[in-house]
């Protein structure tokens, strides 16, 4: 019975990870000159043993799912192209740990990779794995974004026109005018007063230029600058970190991004009233504040003006305009 070739150890500077331009392909090298070739992959020279296609990728089964049932097209989305790059980076990881084997299949002698190599390696696929997982939800909630309906317009006041008292009838002829008793003495008519009836701004119906936006983003940049301590829900600091500056809605275990904070506070609002606790988080990739809470029913029961109040920094609407 033949002997089996004793296995080798495989170092990673033998191994490189390479972008093919004219194909749009990431592909693995192998690099060294132990290896005798006795297959290869069509198209590629001897040593590349793995090619993956950006533009081949297919989107993750949920986003498909997510926007077949809203009737959106993904491509639309600008930041589609890098869930496509984070599939193929999660790919190309794996084909890191596997390289023993897929370099089994196109050449001698086989090979092993040392076990502290290995587990580095599982362990950058495990990253890259969570990079495309959170690439993902950030993109399922972008599409759920512009589905919704728009912000509505700030309401106007609404002036009201007064009634008008009601005028005498003419006759044809003079009637004579009534006895009135000593006591009581004719008055004037009254002019007519013009009434303006207010509309309260509802927070669920905003719109980017509305005062209440505005003061909330003002409200902002004052806790920041002031660095006042912020409550994070947990775990939301340390993924914070990993994640790019923009708007946050954090609830459970979600963590989803928002274009504009009008189209934050609205969604907030509208999960608080299916029942969650919703914090709406504006990071700048160093301080993170938290300018509102949504609890039970989309009720507000945290402003930061409230905050920044009982620090004894008052934020005025004349400040804000």
Known sequence: MPRQPRQRILYRSEIRQKTDRPTNSVILQYVG???????????????????????????????????????????????????????????????????PELLGDLATPPLKWHKADERELERKHMIAVSRLTELTRITAAEMRRRCLPVCAPEPEPVAVEPLLPTAGIEYLSPAPEPVLPLAVAESPPAPPVEVVETVEVDEGALSASSSVVKRVRFSINAAREAELPQRLPSGA?????????????????ALDIRAELCAAMTDGRALGRKGREVVLIDWDGEWPVVPRRYGQGGRTIYKVEDALRRHGIEVKLEEVA
């Not at 192209?81 to 984070?86: G, L, Q, S, T």
Request: glycine share 8%; net charge negative.
């Open 33 to 99: 000159r132990r290896m005798q070739w006795h297959d290869r992959i069509y198209g590629y020279d001897d040593g590349t043993f793995f090619v993956c296609n950006i533009d081949e990728i297919g989107y993750p089964p949920s986003l498909i799912e997510l926007a077949n049932e809203l009737g959106f097209d993904i491509d639309q989305l600008p930041d589609a192209r890098r869930v496509r790059e984070a599939a193929a980076d999660a790919l190309a990881s794996e084909g890191f740990v596997d390289a």
């Open 237 to 253: 600091r340390r993924r914070l970190k990993r994640m790019p500056p923009g708007i946050y809605l954090a609830y459970g275990e």
